[in-house]
Nanobody, 123 residues
């Protein structure tokens, strides 16, 4: 499985961005997908996850109400819509796939990772 993240960029505080993660190499619709992020000098942390069918989602408290994860299984793509962005959201964002139908929030459960896309929020 290969994951290709895109959509990052520079945005002002309060703005929005939509990240995409295109998957190839397997029928990813059977598996959970997640987004993680790593800020400079910090450990990578959970952001959001979505179950295989898309009916269940989970979010970190820091992004709840501002970020929305979704997926289009016909396109093998998962999205992260980010709104009301804050400077503390600045990080490299990674998408990942877990070979489970649930929506794990722990990195160790994820089997495949994309290369990351940089999101920078200016104040």
């Amino acid at each position: 499985v290969q994951l290709q993240a895109s959509g990052g960029g520079l945005v002002q505080a309060g703005g929005s961005l939509r990240l995409s993660c295109a998957a190839s190499g397997d029928t990813v619709s059977r598996f959970a997908m997640g987004w993680f992020r790593q800020a400079p000098g910090k450990e990578r942390e959970f952001v959001a996850a979505i179950s295989s069918g898309g009916s269940s989602t989970s979010y970190a408290d820091s992004v709840k109400g501002r970020f929305t994860i979704s997926r289009d299984n016909a396109k093998n793509t998962v999205y992260l819509q980010m709104s009301s962005l804050k400077p503390e959201d600045t990080a490299i964002y990674y998408c990942a796939l877990a070979r489970t139908s649930g929506m794990p929030i722990i990195q160790a459960y994820y089997n495949y990772w994309g290369q990351g896309t940089q999101v920078t929020v200016s104040s």
